[in-house]
């Protein structure tokens, strides 16, 4: 990817590096060419992972290109600053830091850029003693600069950690005091349930109250029920009876009329025939006449049937005789029987 679809941003990211790894197996010490350095830093990279160029820039944030890694890891010697971020992003102790600088700056000092060199002479032997103090003036004035750095950061760090703790107060004094709000509305909230259940037992007391009630008088109405039904049933009962014997009293009474009237009839013929006898003989009228209101007042004390009056054509005939001295036979033949009527 070109610089123009990958621009830097104008504030790096934060560096991510990997866990510190094991570095001693690199030959940093033995470097002596830009080629041996390429080789431990693609060593280094490996035993980070290994590390693509693309996970390399990603944990960089930004400070190290794609394009210069593999520059680098081409043989390219690295200023001071991409190496010390590479170092730090693939994981390397900063302890070791100081060895890879020394290396490095040995290296930007003289000119070797590819394989190491005969033995020198005398004359090399001397500059090589000069590049040598000035690399230690060199290392001298990195780790002092080095001391420097690490102090700064860690006042920056301390400084994050601050504003960090001070923004972790901050919001745990806000939890706390959501937690307490939120303790205080569930504390409403048991009150007005406790409220509601209290309620609630009442009204399902008073309800019970009030079915226990209609229970009761439901049983009661329910006996009352039950005596007024045995009560009509007795008295059905006993209207039942009554007709019974009613019915058997106006049976018996109807055989007793049935064999009056016999008797009124066999009466009749008899008092017929003595009229015949004696028309004029008023004791035997007289007799008769007794003998037959005795029969109609026996009539009259068990019951004769609605409009039945067997006394009107004989107080006719009677009146006739007064008054015209008719003979008493046909006016008594006009008289019929009641029971075959």
């Known amino acids: 990817m ?20 094991d570095s001693h197996s690199v030959p940093i010490t033995a470097a002596t060419t830009t ?11 490996v035993l980070a992972g290994p590390l693509s160029h693309r996970a390399v820039e990603s944990r960089s944030g930004g400070r190290l290109r794609r394009t210069k ?16 971020v590479y170092l730090r992003v693939c994981g390397v102790a900063e302890a070791l830091w100081p060895v890879w600088q020394e290396v490095w700056a040995r290296l930007t000092t003289g000119p070797l850029t590819g394989v190491a060199t005969a033995a020198p002479d005398t ?30 950061l860690l006042d920056r760090t301390r400084a994050d950690l601050d504003r960090a703790e001070a923004r ?15 303790f205080s509305r569930a504390h409403a909230l048991a009150d007005e349930l406790n409220a509601l259940h209290e309620t609630s037992m009442e009204r399902i007391r008073a309800a019970d109250d009030e079915r226990d009630t209609a229970l009761i008088r439901a ?41 009056l009237y016999a008797q009124i009839a066999s009466l009749r013929e008899q008092l ?10 008023e004791n035997a009228l007289g007799s008769a006449r007794l003998e037959i209101v005795g029969l109609r007042n026996q009539l009259d004390r068990i019951g004769r049937p609605a409009g039945t009056d067997w006394q009107a054509p004989y107080a006719e005939h009677q009146r006739k005789v007064r ?17 075959g009527e």
């Open 2 to 21: 070109s610089r123009a679809e990958s621009p830097v941003p104008a504030e790096p990211r934060q560096i991510r590096p990997v866990p510190v790894i």
């Open 35 to 45: 080629a041996d350095f390429a080789r431990c830093l693609d060593q280094v990279r």
């Open 69 to 84: 890694i593999g520059q680098v890891l081409g043989g390219e010697l690295p200023n001071r600053e991409f190496l010390l």
């Open 123 to 152: 004359g090399t032997a001397e500059r090589a003693e000069t590049v040598l103090e000035r690399a230690e003036a060199q290392a001298t004035e990195i780790r002092r600069i080095a001391h420097a750095q690490a102090a700064d």
């Open 168 to 182: 972790d107060q901050e919001r745990i004094r806000l939890v706390e005091e959501e937690r307490d709000g939120a």
């Open 219 to 259: 049983r009661d109405l329910a006996l009352e029920l039950n005596q007024l039904h045995q009560s009509s049933m007795e008295r059905i009962r006993a209207a039942e009876q009554e007709r019974d014997n009613a019915i058997t009293r106006a049976s018996r009474l109807a055989t007793e009329v049935d064999t």
């Open 272 to 281: 017929s025939i003595s009229i015949k006898r004696h028309a004029h003989d």
């Open 323 to 339: 008054l015209e001295g008719e003979p008493l036979v046909e006016p008594l033949k006009a008289a019929k029987p009641i029971i």
